[in-house]
């Protein structure tokens, strides 16, 4: 019996690996990165992945061994075993030391989302408002300014110029929400009360999926999006067209 469950442990850690291996080439993993944070976000998460799977395979082994060593037959009497302090120490130290290398190695990156005096000048300014269970959009009309009474409202889908630097200033309405594009890499809570910034490049035009990864209440599955990165000549006439659509009466169009 003590092989079956040795080569069933086996068994399963080989499969764990093997699935982890294939599943970039199935597309069961990330969509391609398509803004400049996301390298280093990869970084960081391939090299936590490396971490926990090295954790995972010493796991398993040790494992392996226990059930084959400690399920033999044995004609002296079972030892009863408080602990080893020597040990408990050692393991406690290891996984605190890789806890805080995790804790200051993604420093950098995390702050670089953050920290606006780094954001370099020009881009494209938005807010993004959260609500149950939709998203909606602001931007500058024409005089420049966010937060007048001439700004650029849209539904659903951001809007935004590639190749060059945006800052997103997100708030919520109700509760808390997350704002996550996977292909960008970005993810950030939207906490009621808070104005959060956050800024990127999103290195090439595309249409890129936009949801919600906090549970915010009953229509949560519901509330998705997209965002649309576009070259900056079609950003800025995708503007002047929204703000003319926004003073129309209709009665233009039908001269």
Known sequence: MRHLAAALIVILTAAVIVLFAVSPGQGWWLPPAASTIARPIDALFDGILVTAAVGFVLVMALLTWAVWRGASPRAD????????????????????????????????????????????????????????????????????????????????????????????????????????????????????????????????????????????GLGHYAMAGRVRAIPRGEYDAWLAQQSRARLSTGVEDRR
């Open 77 to 216: 009497r079972a030892r009863s075993v408080h602990g080893h302090l020597g040990l408990e120490l050692g393991w406690t130290a290891a996984i605190g030391a890789v806890l805080v290398t995790v804790a200051l190695a993604q420093l950098p990156t995390w702050a670089a989302l953050r920290d606006t005096a780094a954001m370099p000048a020009g881009g494209a300014t938005a807010t993004v408002l959260a609500q149950q269970f939709a998203w909606r959009f602001g931007y500058a009309g024409d005089d420049g300014v966010l937060g007048t009474p001439d700004d650029i409202e849209a539904a659903s889908e951001l809007v935004l110029p590639a190749g060059e630097p945006v800052l997103l200033t997100l708030r919520s309405r109700d509760v808390i929400h997350s704002f996550f594009v996977p292909a960008l890499r970005v993810k950030q809570d939207v906490v009621p009360g808070r104005a959060i910034p956050l800024w990127f490049t999103i290195e090439r035009p595309g249409t890129y999926e936009l949801v919600c990864a906090e549970l915010c």
